[in-house]
């Protein structure tokens, strides 16, 4: 029977004849193969009698070679493993060149792991993490589904770009070297293909509000585009985001619900990835070896994951955040690039770290920020100046979410958008939410790769998506 090498691991079957496919991790004495399947972190270790095996055949057993094994499972004679595969055949079913294969048994650095990033999952690394973001995100769909919300596919080409979340790409059938012009002399996206101007997504939110004034609770977990030239580890052009939208529930519902689904999906990885984040842990620990003591940090990987499920989140007006940052060491001091001076001042990731890393060291959800430094939809306060906003900071990461309870009147949207010169024809669907059977309702978007960087520990968000998108790269 065909096993994968997780069920090896796993099963009391010894002494019977199995099967298994995989690559070839390593071949060490012309005898060990370590091999490798992708359904665990661990290898199968595979002994090769090499005494009645075809010298041909082990010349072919290299690192990176597609192997069919035949043979039984044994208790292991040497250390390392408590079992392991007597091969009575092996076939190989795609040779590697071991010269040329990229992924050699040794220690590459991400960036050529990146360049290879076709390849790069068939290291440890990436393959755990990969995992582990498989893994959350059937956590998030479970969630969801067992809390009674919907699952609904918002559009990824849109028509209304007025969210003002980031600049977008266009969409376009238009001929780019001879696009029609209007009298003035500019691109007639009249006779484009869909009649009007359009975009790819940069959030689902719009429409997910529609249907949650419908269906109730829903939620959209898909991909989302921003063009800002933002070079940096926690930006992507291309990135996945889960926005949940519920009626009838506020900001204090909002952060109730943020709160409870980050912990909720969390502990689902503590429980079923368990090996994968051991290894994870263990990686991050060499790595923050090669770092001055200061910016180690103080909690291993899976000890932060506990963390943040075991305690509650600190919840910090903007205005108190403020004057925390106002007169701490470092605004003082000079050190911050951007100095707070006043409220109202928009905060800079900076400031988002000191927040949680050194001031609160623990989850902080930032509330009630000032109506000017964010998004026209968001419910206005009796103060007449701050927001209902939310944002949920993380340490090492910075934003993790944004989201709020939004403005369900009518005449005060109206007035918000044409202060920002957002035409109401563009947005008359949304206006309609206001004109029929208005309520209060809020929501949130997560950032899905912040998610898995965080379970991982790893530092770069290129490193957590199968092939990242960002300015001038494109590969794959
Ligand atoms: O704060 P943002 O821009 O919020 C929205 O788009 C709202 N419409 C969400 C809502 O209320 N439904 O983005 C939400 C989250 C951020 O907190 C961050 O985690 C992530 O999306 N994010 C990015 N992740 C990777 N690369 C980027 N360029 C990102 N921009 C935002
Ligand atoms: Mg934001």
């Not at 298994?20 to 370590?34: H, M, P």
């Not at 984040?277 to 620990?285: A, G, I, S, V």
């Not at 919840?315 to 001076?341: D, G, H, Q, W």
């Not at 419910?379 to 403005?407: C, H, W, Y």
């Amino acid at each position: 029977m065909s096993y994968t090498v997780s069920q090896l691991l796993t099963q009391d079957i010894t002494f019977q004849p199995i099967e298994i496919k995989g690559w070839v991790r390593t071949f060490r004495a012309n005898r060990f193969i370590a091999l490798n399947d992708g359904s665990t972190i661990h290898n199968i270790q595979c002994v090769v009698d090499f005494e009645n095996t075809d010298e041909t055949i082990l010349k072919r057993i290299t690192t990176g070679a597609a192997v069919h094994i035949k043979g039984e499972l044994v208790e292991s004679q040497g250390k390392g493993q408590k079992v392991e595969i007597q091969v009575n055949s092996i076939e190989i079913l795609g040779d590697s060149d071991p010269e040329e294969y990229p992924i050699q048994p040794k220690k590459h650095t991400f960036e050529f792991l990146r360049e290879n990033a076709h390849l790069r999952t068939r290291t440890s690394t990436f393959s755990a993490v990969m995992r582990l973001r498989s893994s959350l995100s059937f956590a998030i769909h479970k969630y969801f589904n067992d809390n009674g919300f919907y699952y609904m596919h918002t559009p990824i080409i849109t028509g209304s770009d007025a969210e003002g979340a980031g600049e977008m790409f266009r969409v376009s059938a238009l001929d780019a070297k001879n696009p029609p012009l209007d009298d003035d002399g500019n691109v007639n996206y009249k006779d484009d293909f869909f009649g009007k101007e359009t975009n790819l997504t940069v959030s689902g939110q719009l429409e997910a509000e529609t249907y949650a004034m419908s269906l109730g609770k829903v939620y959209t977990f898909g991909p989302t585009f921003r063009a800002e030239n933002s070079n940096t580890s926690r930006h992507l052009a291309e990135f996945w985001m889960i926005e949940p939208e519920v009626a009838f529930m506020d900001l204090a519902g909002n952060m109730d619900l943020a709160e409870d689904f980050m912990k909720s999906v969390l502990s689902y990885v503590l429980d079923y990835n368990k090996e994968d984040l051991e290894f994870l842990e263990k990686r991050l620990l060499d790595e923050e070896k090669t770092k001055p003591q200061a910016e180690r940090s103080e909690m291993s990987l899976i000890e932060k994951i506990k963390f943040v499920v075991d305690n509650n989140f600190k919840r910090v007006s903007y205005t108190e955040a403020i004057e925390i940052l106002k007169n701490c060491k470092p605004n003082k001091k000079k050190k911050f690039n951007y100095i707070i001076e006043e409220w109202g001042a928009d905060l800079q990731s900076e400031h988002e770290r000191f927040l949680v890393e050194k001031h609160f060291k623990c989850p902080v959800i930032l509330f009630d920020y000032p109506a000017n430094i964010k998004a026209f939809y968001m419910r206005l306060n009796e103060d007449g100046k701050t927001v209902r906003a939310m944002d949920i900071l993380f340490p090492g990461i910075g934003e993790m979410v944004g989201g709020s309870q939004r403005e369900e009147r009518l005449d005060v949207l109206k007035e918000k958008m044409k202060a920002l010169n957002i035409e109401e024809e563009e947005l008359w669907w949304y206006l309609d939410l206001r004109k029929y059977g208005t309520a209060v309702h809020s929501g949130f978007g997560l950032g899905f790769e912040r998610l898995v960087m965080f379970a991982t520990g790893m530092g770069n968000i290129r490193d957590v998506i199968p092939y990242p998108r960002t300015p001038q790269n494109a590969e794959f």
